[in-house]
């Protein structure tokens, strides 16, 4: 069985915004000042981090952000549930026909590996229209601050779930940025980049993505480097 973790934003949606409005809102709201996050680079990062950072360069203590990130937490998700509604949220190219076959199929399980909450990452599908069911395990942006933890705690989840130990090829990552790409390195699982976010397929392949497409309109061939990866 295939262990098969999805990136969110620029893999399977583009969200148009609406992430980065609802932290902002939510940092503004709970902290007093959302920092540079308006124009902090996200593409990679978890939520997590980024509040982290955003807060880090406006001068707040450590404590202070340890502190009140479940409040913080909670704010993005109310805010997120408006600014979805603002923002013209679609589903990325091949992703609806991807997503059908593989669900159907005995020997694929498939999850989420998200910079993404685990509270806002169904808001984000719904408003493209897909089914956050679908995925029946997911590591998220409020579960560690880093997305090189995420695969781990994937994989224990995954575990957890269906008695299998996922090992090696056995666990395919499909992202869109470096970080997704090198995040589960050290675990020898498969990566797959597929260039519909902010990094080109050149950029994918130098992180050592080791299938590269430009979207995931070629569903026989995406299937292919997803099921037919040799195990480790």
């Known amino acids: 069985m295939k262990l098969i973790l999805f990136d969110i934003d620029g893999t399977l949606i583009w969200p148009n915004g609406a992430g980065r409005a609802a932290m902002n809102r939510a940092l503004i ?15 990679g990062k978890t939520d997590w981090q980024i509040i982290t950072e955003s807060l880090t360069a406006a001068g707040v203590e450590q404590q202070a952000i340890q502190a009140r990130l479940p409040a913080c937490f909670d704010a993005i998700e109310r805010h997120m549930a408006q600014t979805i509604l603002e923002r013209q949220v679609k ?26 909450l685990v509270t806002t990452a169904p808001i984000k599908l719904r408003a493209a229209n897909l089914n956050p069911a679908l995925f029946k395990v997911g590591a998220y942006g409020s579960d560690r601050p880093h997305r090189s933890q995420l695969p781990s705690v994937a994989l224990e989840r995954a575990r957890a779930l ?5 090992v090696g090829k056995n666990v395919v990552i499909v992202g869109d940025t470096p970080a997704d790409v090198t995040c589960g390195r050290h675990l020898g699982v498969t990566a797959v980049g597929v260039a519909t976010g902010q990094h080109s397929a050149q950029a994918l392949s130098a992180a050592g993505a080791d299938y590269v497409f430009s979207d995931l309109t070629d569903t026989d061939a995406v299937i292919q480097a997803i099921m037919n990866s040799a195990n480790s």
């Open 162 to 166: 269906t008695g299998r130990t996922f």
């Open 91 to 116: 589903v990325c190219p091949g992703v609806p026909a991807l997503l059908e076959w593989l669900s159907a199929q005995p020997g694929a399980l498939l999850g989420l590996l998200t910079g993404n």
């Open 29 to 43: 709201e709970v902290f007093g000042t959302a920092g540079p996050a308006d124009s902090l680079p996200m593409a």
